[in-house]
């Protein structure tokens, strides 16, 4: 054996080396443990926790009852309040999320190109995101106020009816939802414009000689390379959708979702049950029924943003420009 692989095997090695050795080895998992320390106590103990809690009558100031399994799953399954719920979530989630992702793609396209002042620009996009959710909830329940409001004055000089923005059902999920679109649609705006700008620009100028003109070049170039973004912010835009609460909440502080539940979402849900009703167990159970959800519904536009960036990688590879030989994404 020689000595170099008496080395390898820690033969003949002094204690200084052996200490360099396990130093090298062993120090970086030790500046990442801080991370995960903590993450363990502040993030997986309560989520494994709140499964314990979930299989119990558990009340708020009781504590901890007997022993009940599933049932808390089931007794919340069978609510016609939680399917409420879950229609309200899916209904405010739809009405933000699609429209937001759409302007957010828009705005960033724009920010994109050679502007004046675009530092200011994409900076103002932020602010809204800057601001407080309590401060933005104030500013739009007075928007959407129907006894006063600027909507209201408006619909008012047409000869229109007042829309019962707090009451009914539909203007409630566009008045929560324009308030989802206005915080967020600059924060993905600036993710989406990040990728962007890490497009070599020869290959705009590449398509542009070969004759593609802005359109083309945005739905053949633009939104091919920043899929893996895309469905980011597709993916964290449902996470967020899914478990929507400040905007509701702050919507009409006085009740869980308006006075009808008109507006309720699945995490108000949880609210009123763990809080107001004091039923833990149930509240736990709701929690691991929309992680559930959250789950299924992000595999699945993970799996249909897969599939058509697999659909378009085909299709581009054999597309010709302008009547040229060339094609977007491929070879001559």
Same mark, same amino acid.
């Given at each position: 054996?020689?000595?170099l ?10 204690f200084r ?6 130093? %090298?080895?062993?120090?970086? %998992? ?16 309560p ?13 708020l100031l ?13 007794t ?15 209904s ?13 793609t828009?705005i ?5 190109q050679?502007? /004046?002042?675009?530092?200011?620009? /994409?900076?103002s ?11 933005v909830?104030v500013?739009?329940?007075?928007i ?13 000089v047409?000869?229109?009816?007042p ?9 409630s ?24 700008q ?13 004759g593609a003109? /802005?359109?083309?070049r945005?739905?053949?170039i633009t939104?091919?390379?920043?899929r ?24 009409d ?6 006075s ?10 949880? %609210? ?21 959800i ?10 249909i ?16 420009v302008?009547?040229? /030989? ?6 001559k």
């Amino acid at each position: 054996m020689s000595t170099l692989q008496a080395q390898r095997r820690g033969a003949g090695l002094t204690f200084r080396q052996k200490l360099s050795n396990f130093d %090298y080895k062993f120090s970086p %998992y030790l500046y990442i443990s801080p991370f995960f320390i903590l993450f363990a106590l502040l993030g997986l103990f309560p989520i494994i926790y709140t499964v314990n809690v979930s299989l119990y009558n558990w009340d708020l100031l009781k504590g901890q009852g007997d022993f009940i399994g599933l049932q808390n799953y089931a007794t919340t399954l069978s609510d016609p309040m939680f399917w409420n719920a879950f229609g309200n979530t899916f209904s405010i989630f739809l009405l933000s999320a699609v429209p937001q992702l759409v302007m957010a793609t828009i705005i960033a396209a724009v920010l994109d190109q050679a502007i /004046r002042a675009s530092t200011f620009w /994409r900076m103002s996009v932020l602010l809204p995101y800057i601001a407080a959710p309590v401060a933005v909830a104030v500013i739009f329940t007075q928007i959407f106020n129907q006894f006063g409001g600027p909507i209201t004055g408006l619909l008012h000089v047409f000869g229109l009816e007042p829309i019962k923005w707090g009451y009914d059902v539909f203007p409630s999920h566009i008045a929560i939802a324009t308030m989802v679109n206005w915080r967020w649609t600059g924060y993905n705006a600036l993710i989406l414009l990040a990728a962007m700008q890490a497009i070599p620009r020869d290959v705009y100028e590449s398509a542009a000689l070969d004759g593609a003109g /802005r359109i083309r070049r945005f739905w053949s170039i633009t939104i091919p390379m920043i899929r893996p973004t895309m469905i980011f912010v597709i993916i964290t835009a449902t996470i967020g959708g899914l478990q929507i609460f400040t905007e509701p909440k702050l919507f009409d502080g006085q009740s869980n979702g308006g006075s009808n539940r008109q507006f309720q979402t699945i995490v108000l849900y949880l %609210y009123e049950m763990a809080f107001p009703r004091r039923d833990f167990g149930r509240a736990a159970a709701t929690a691991w029924i929309l992680f559930l959800i959250i789950i299924l519904i992000g595999l699945i536009n993970y799996g249909i943003s897969r599939t058509i960036a697999s659909q378009d990688i085909k299709k581009n590879v054999r597309v010709p420009v302008a009547g040229t /030989r060339r094609t977007i994404g491929g070879r001559k």
